[in-house]
């Protein structure tokens, strides 16, 4: 007559071992991916903003009868916040970028420019939130023109860049 084996509920600890490197390796392709895709999104944002802030410009110069934005029309109330010394600045809807604007002899330029936290210039030194997306620091509109500018201050139009 045999000895009756106690049964004993549970796991090993090599099927939790097991277990634990199959998450890890999950998260290791999932979160680099996630990181894109949340930058992507922001951008979109960024795109959203400036275009939405070039179609109030366009709407105040026809409504107004002038054909360009100069720094007097800055200090009117619906720009004020838009100037790049703002205290209070304009940020995205994401509150990934600021939104500025620069009149100039030519027309207009609408800056989204990324931040980690709501506040302009703090990408210098940074790399938290969107600061990290090194390829569009900057998603400019200039004078109609969609254009971007990387963390080194590289131009590129909206034909050779990603940020579009």
């Known amino acids: 007559m045999g000895r009756e084996r106690l049964m004993t509920s549970g796991i090993t600890l ?5 277990t634990i490197a199959i998450v890890a390796a999950l998260s ?3 979160y680099p991916n996630y990181k894109r895709l949340k930058q992507e999104g922001a951008r979109a944002d960024a795109q959203t903003s400036v275009i939405a802030t070039e179609g109030i410009i366009e709407r105040y110069l026809t409504e107004s009868n002038k054909a360009n934005l100069d720094n007097n029309d800055m200090a009117l109330p619906q720009f004020t916040n838009y100037n790049q010394n703002s205290s209070t600045p304009v940020v995205s809807n994401a509150g990934s970028y600021i939104i500025t604007i620069i009149p100039d002899s030519n027309g207009y ?3 989204a420019t990324a931040t980690a936290a709501g506040v302009a210039g ?3 030194n940074s790399t938290l939130g969107q ?3 090194i390829d569009c620091r900057i998603i400019s509109m200039v004078n109609g023109q969609k254009q971007s500018t990387n963390s080194i201050g590289s131009v590129a ?3 050779t860049t990603k940020c579009w």
């Open 109 to 111: 330029t609408i800056n």
């Open 28 to 30: 290791a392709i999932a």
């Open 14 to 18: 090599i099927e939790l071992m097991v």
């Open 131 to 133: 600061c990290a997306d």
């Open 157 to 159: 139009d909206e034909t």
């Open 122 to 124: 703090d990408c210098n």
